[in-house]
């Protein structure tokens, strides 16, 4: 509140400094000179200016703050929706999921290779981190280049491949301080950096979220190509022309009962497959005619060995090829027909009440 100099104060008969309006002069207000009274009310209305000033300056920092917040929280939000649809997306193509008006499509539409947005803003990050001179001296020139793509939403089918083994191998690095805790000296540390830069995050949960997604990018790839070796196989040379196995007896493939003998690693490879569709049968609220059990995927792989004898394509192992089968069988499972409707030689397998059971 401004000051001024008054004579007829209330409380002093002399040169008196006091608050606009008022009649009181201040405490230490009454001199004996106007120019004593004037100084004084000078120097309290240059202080108040500046206080006011501060003040100022205070609530527009304030405000600003706020907008930034606000803005920052809407674009957090509208970043939040488009990776939901992204990975909503992405699940669907990855799993074979589709409304029904886009179930014919999804099955000829190829596998969407493109970065989501989360690990696009991971890259722009580590990038950032790598120009301020935090990534450390073991950094590859190609990873940053990749990071660059990737920060466009290009990443190679090459790249997707490695995405996951990289994080399952370094996510032990976010366990250091310099890598998870923003206010340890050392923060942003290399580790940290480079996690980013391969489209992971800062954090152990956003670090296995982008090696969940390379995940299932891969699975869709790979089922793609299986479906292509379907199509492009040639008669078997003579060496690989084998009748009959020392394990299995003939007609083991013929059901689902689960006596056929596989060596431990394809045994766990597909209990895990098995696993993991009726999970997500489940989680998608699916049929349960979608489900498949470890019985009728041993029976389809012994049936893909077998049938590697008579054709395939070249370049492929017998249990690749075997494999390739299994993947065919779980598309045919979950959608209820075949992506290459030439495949039918596996619908006896199928659970009962599938379209396709016969």
């Known amino acids: 509140m401004p000051y001024e100099v008054i004579m007829d104060a209330d409380n002093c008969d002399k040169h008196s400094v006091v608050k606009v309006g008022s009649k009181m002069a201040i405490d230490g207000g009454c001199h004996d000179s106007h120019e004593e009274a004037l100084d004084h009310a000078q120097a309290l209305n240059i202080a108040t200016a500046d206080e006011r000033s501060k003040r100022n300056e205070q609530m527009n920092a304030a405000i600003d703050e706020a907008i930034e917040l606000l803005m920052a929280a809407k674009s957090a939000h509208m970043e939040g929706q488009k990776e939901a649809e992204e990975d909503e997306e ?26 989501p947005v989360f690990m696009r803003a991971a890259a722009r990050r580590g990038l950032k981190y790598h120009e301020e001179g935090e990534s450390g001296d073991g950094l590859m020139p190609q990873t940053v280049e990749d990071a660059r793509k990737m920060v466009r939403g290009e990443i190679t089918e090459a790249k997707w491949r490695k995405i996951a083994p990289w994080i399952a191998r ?10 998870s805790n923003p206010n340890d000296p050392q923060y942003p540390g290399a580790g940290l950096v480079a996690h980013l830069l391969w489209g992971s995050g800062p954090s152990k949960n956003q ?5 969940a997604y390379a995940e299932r990018v891969v699975a869709r790839l790979d089922e793609d190509r299986s479906n292509e070796m379907r199509l492009e196989s040639k008669p078997a040379p003579k060496k690989d022309q084998i009748k009959g196995s020392d394990t299995n ?3 083991s493939a013929k ?6 003998v596989l060596n431990d690693a394809t045994e766990k490879a597909l209990s ?22 470890l019985g009728a995927l041993k029976a389809v792989y012994r049936r893909g060995a077998g049938a590697y004898s008579t054709s395939h394509r ?23 027909r075949p992506k290459n409707p030439k495949y039918v030689t596996d619908n006896d397998l199928l659970k009962s009440g599938h379209p396709k059971k016969t």
Not at 255 to 260: A, D, L, N, Q, Y
Not at 277 to 285: E, I, L, S, V, Y
């Open 90 to 115: 992405m699940s669907n193509m990855a799993y074979g999921y589709a409304d029904d008006e886009d179930d014919e499509e999804m099955s000829i539409r190829a596998v969407n290779i493109s970065a």
């Open 207 to 211: 670090a296995q979220r982008a090696q």
């Open 170 to 179: 370094h996510l032990v690095d976010l366990d250091a301080p310099k890598n």
């Open 314 to 336: 070249p370049g492929i192992s017998r249990g690749a090829w075997a494999m390739a089968r299994v993947n065919a069988f779980l598309y045919l499972s979950r959608n209820g």
């Open 249 to 251: 007896r003939p007609g």
């Open 255 to 260: 059901g689902k009962s689960g006596g056929i």
């Open 272 to 293: 895990n497959k098995v696993a993991e569709h009726n999970d997500d049968m489940r989680k998608a609220n699916k049929p349960d005619w979608t489900r498949v059990s």
